[in-house]
């Protein structure tokens, strides 16, 4: 089995990489290296590397040289902020470049791609917690621009599997001031710095380990599940404010947060149910938050089928 993996050297996709290769499974990756960081996956072979930009660059002979049977799109701008104000560039990154990448599955025969989509296209829920069947009204370019990608691939008639996710967080996540609000605190509190908090701090949100993500994505490979679009999460709903105070515990933290005004885009409660992945994945686990912020807190990786 041949895997090509876009933006394999990012947060995501090092981990899925992660996986593959300790299941003895021939990886290719594409990646412009934006985000992602060679440092991620020291002993990848970089014979199987190709440092391209999905959107710009010609991609094909990538797909002709190495033949790859299945791929694993992971390549996207996934900031909402970002895409509140750069609508055109998010498209790009997220429609134009998805497109190019199915054009070349159908083109090449891929058996199957699976591709990573987010919580962000149901928008605000109407119950909680939402499940796959819940309506998809997206508030965001971010999640609009998902949304519009898993259209397409349902439309491709090549088989898929689309995972949204819920709010992903572990080693490897590097932080901004858009997103990865377990990234922030975990650089801020490593260095004692002031965390801003958006909003009350009561708002939810559903954290899933990385580990988790690699995991079901290689499931997905060695199933013959197809067709599906699937929540990946830990259907269990945790506010920003229940997050801080684990965290300064762990990180033995004394400051104060300074709350912010909440930003535009933000929903305010979001909690995936993950009984269909259960039921699909049988050996579909979590890794519980507590021992996934001491795994990210100590760089360990370890634990969920991965390596650091």
Same mark, same amino acid.
């Given at each position: 089995?041949?895997? $090509?993996?876009?933006?394999?050297?990012?947060?995501?996709?090092?981990?899925?990489?992660?996986? $593959?290769?300790?299941?003895?499974?021939?990886?290719?990756?594409?990646?412009?290296? /934006?985000?992602?960081?060679?440092?991620?996956?020291?002993?990848f072979n970089m014979s199987n590397f190709y440092k391209f930009d999905i959107e710009k660059?010609?991609? +094909?002979?990538?797909?002709?040289?190495?033949?790859? #049977?299945?791929?694993?799109?992971?390549?996207?701008?996934?900031?909402?902020?970002?895409?509140? !104000?750069?609508?055109? *560039?998010?498209?790009?990154?997220?429609?134009?470049?998805?497109?190019?990448?199915?054009?070349?599955?159908?083109?090449?025969?891929?058996?199957?791609?699976?591709?990573?989509?987010?919580?962000?296209?149901?928008?605000?829920?109407?119950?909680?917690?939402? #499940?796959?069947?819940?309506?998809? *009204?997206?508030?965001?370019?971010?999640?609009?621009?998902?949304?519009?990608?898993?259209?397409?691939?349902?439309?491709?008639?090549?088989?898929?599997?689309?995972?949204r996710f819920a709010n992903v967080y572990g080693p490897r996540q590097v932080s901004s001031?858009? /997103?990865?609000?377990?990234?922030?605190?975990?650089? !801020?509190?490593?260095?004692?710095?002031?965390?801003?908090?958006?909003?009350?701090?009561?708002?939810?949100?559903?954290f899933v380990y990385v580990g988790d993500i690699a995991n079901i994505c290689y499931y997905?490979?060695?199933?013959?599940?197809?067709? +599906?679009?699937?929540?990946?999460?830990?259907?269990?709903?945790?506010?920003?404010?229940?997050?801080?105070?684990?965290?300064?515990?762990?990180?033995?933290?004394?400051?104060?947060?300074?709350?912010?005004?909440?930003?535009?885009?933000?929903?305010?409660?979001?909690?995936?149910?993950?009984?269909?992945?259960?039921?699909?994945?049988?050996?579909?686990?979590?890794?519980?938050?507590?021992?996934?912020? $001491?795994? $990210?807190?100590?760089?360990?990786?370890?634990?969920?089928?991965?390596?650091?």
């Amino acid at each position: 089995m041949k895997v $090509l993996i876009t933006g394999g050297f990012g947060f995501i996709g090092s981990h899925v990489a992660d996986v $593959l290769l300790e299941n003895h499974i021939d990886v290719v990756i594409i990646d412009n290296l /934006s985000s992602g960081s060679l440092d991620n996956i020291p002993k990848f072979n970089m014979s199987n590397f190709y440092k391209f930009d999905i959107e710009k660059d010609d991609i +094909e002979f990538i797909f002709e040289k190495e033949k790859p #049977d299945y791929c694993i799109h992971l390549a996207a701008q996934t900031s909402v902020a970002y895409s509140l !104000k750069h609508a055109k *560039e998010d498209a790009k990154m997220n429609i134009i470049s998805s497109l190019k990448v199915l054009d070349l599955c159908k083109k090449y025969n891929i058996k199957k791609i699976i591709t990573a989509s987010s919580a962000a296209v149901y928008g605000v829920p109407k119950y909680l917690p939402i #499940d796959e069947l819940h309506p998809t *009204e997206p508030i965001s370019n971010y999640g609009l621009s998902k949304l519009t990608m898993e259209k397409y691939i349902e439309l491709s008639n090549i088989p898929y599997v689309i995972f949204r996710f819920a709010n992903v967080y572990g080693p490897r996540q590097v932080s901004s001031k858009e /997103s990865g609000v377990i990234a922030i605190f975990n650089d !801020k509190m490593s260095i004692n710095e002031e965390i801003n908090i958006y909003g009350d701090g009561n708002q939810i949100r559903d954290f899933v380990y990385v580990g988790d993500i690699a995991n079901i994505c290689y499931y997905a490979l060695k199933n013959e599940v197809v067709d +599906e679009i699937i929540n990946v999460s830990c259907n269990r709903g945790v506010s920003v404010n229940e997050l801080y105070t684990k965290m300064e515990q762990i990180y033995n933290y004394s400051k104060q947060p300074v709350y912010m005004p909440e930003r535009v885009g933000d929903i305010r409660d979001s909690v995936l149910a993950n009984r269909k992945a259960r039921n699909l994945f049988e050996n579909f686990t979590n890794v519980p938050l507590e021992q996934g912020l $001491l795994k $990210l807190k100590n760089g360990d990786c370890k634990g969920a089928s991965i390596k650091c």
